[in-house]
């Protein structure tokens, strides 16, 4: 799963440079990435993702940069969302929609996580999840910790190690493991999740903005998702 994890990323990010930034700036950000896999020592793959993280802001303004860092991101199942594509288009209503977004992830809870009624209530009590909050002509996400650890997050105390169990990414969990650091910009990676839940919902372009993150010494990540005016 790492390995699979580290070559689709990769060429996750090839993708989005070549659309983004064109075929000649990629080999210069990529430059390597060619000797990495999911057999790559953690550190090695944490010290190139800087590397990367450095290289890009230069090369490129920070917009693109965000963009390419979204086009990166683990993706919803489209499949499961056109449910919801359909009713926005029979309804135009972005209300309905993110109801409905919120009642999958209620389910996704209680029967696929399974959790019990106090740590369900717990979640949703602080506005965590999928669908977020909406608000006015924006949707703030707020990421729940890694399915995982959901138990033990809420039972620990210690700041950092609630950081550690929160985060769903792998490299920037070795990042906690080793008091590293990374740059909020890779962030966008996670934001680029529900930028592509709406626009398949929508199918207009959306914006996310990065409000705060674990990664930068945050307590949650919290995304911003920025409808168009028309939406």
Known sequence: ???DFERAWLGKLAKGLDSIAGEQLRQEIMEGSD?????????QITDWTNTLMDRMPTLMDEERARAVMASCACEYPKPDLQPLRAEYERTKDVGLVHQMLQERFESFLRDTLELDDDL???VL????GVA???KGN???STKIPKSGNLAKYFQETDPAAKRRLYCHCPRTRHVFQTSGEMPQLYCF????FYKGIWEEILQKPVEVEVLETVLSGGEVCRIAIHLPPNA
């Open 138 to 140: 924006a949707i703030i």
């Open 35 to 43: 000797t990495l896999s999911g057999d790559s020592d953690p550190q």
């Open 132 to 134: 977020g909050e909406l």
């Open 1 to 3: 799963m790492t390995q």
């Open 189 to 192: 990676c996670g934001a680029g």
């Open 120 to 122: 369900t209530a717990e």
């Open 125 to 128: 009590s602080r506005g965590w």
